[in-house]
Structures are given as structure tokens and as C-alpha cells.
Nanobody, 113 residues
Framework: VQLVESGGGLVQAGGSLRLSCATS????????MAWYRQAPGKQRELVAR??????DYADSVKGRFTISGGDAKNTVLLQMNSLKPEDTAVYYC?????????WGQGTQVTVSS
């Protein structure tokens, strides 16, 4: 199973980016898909998660980020609006199927002030 993120980059504060996560190697639907992020010197943290029609968000991104499924099966998007310098991090796609967890390689998001 492979997860590949795309859409990261450099943006000014207040701007927007949309991250995409494409998957391959599995024919079943994941139980849950999520986005995590890790800033330098900090632990990886959950940003947003979708499972069984429910979405959950970290308090720090509520009202600014939206997680959704992509057009293809087992894809997930993260629309990020009103970006802040503190959103700067490597963003990772995460997927769960049964007892197995899968991770992408990450995509860098940098927000300049």
C-alpha cells in the first residue's frame, strides 16, 4: 500500500493550499483517513481525520481547514485556508485498514509572515 501526498509549498500568511493524498495497492476502502503534521522540534500531531462520515479537527485548525474525500476511492484532500506561520510543518497522510496503519512520505507546507 502506498500513500502519496501532493500540494504542499510556500504561501504567505492568510493564503490557501490544498493537499491531496492518493493511494494505491489496496482494493478495499480504508476505515479512516487523516492528516497529521510535524513541525521542527515538535511531535507529530493530528490535524484532521475522517471516518464513517464523521470529521474531526484539531482545535488549532477548526474553521480554517476542511478534510474531504477525493473523486477517486481511497483519496483524501485537505483544504487549508487562512494559513498562519504556525501551520508550517511537514504534512503526512495517514490511513487505517483494520489493525494496519499506513503513512505517506509527507509534503512540506511553509507559511511566511
Amino acid at each position: 500500500v502506498q500513500l502519496v501526498e501532493s500540494g504542499g509549498g510556500l504561501v504567505q500568511a492568510g493564503g490557501s493550499l490544498r493537499l491531496s493524498c492518493a493511494t494505491s495497492g489496496i482494493i478495499f476502502c480504508f476505515n479512516a483517513m487523516a492528516w497529521y503534521r510535524q513541525a521542527p522540534g515538535k511531535q507529530r500531531e493530528l490535524v484532521a481525520r475522517t471516518s464513517a462520515g464523521r470529521e474531526d479537527y484539531a482545535d488549532s485548525v477548526k474553521g480554517r481547514f476542511t478534510i474531504s474525500g477525493g473523486d477517486a476511492k481511497n483519496t483524501v484532500l485537505l483544504q487549508m485556508n487562512s494559513l498562519k506561520p504556525e501551520d508550517t510543518a511537514v504534512y503526512y497522510c495517514n490511513a487505517v485498514f483494520g489493525t494496519r496503519t499506513y503513512w505517506g512520505q509527507g509534503t512540506q507546507v511553509t507559511v511566511s509572515s
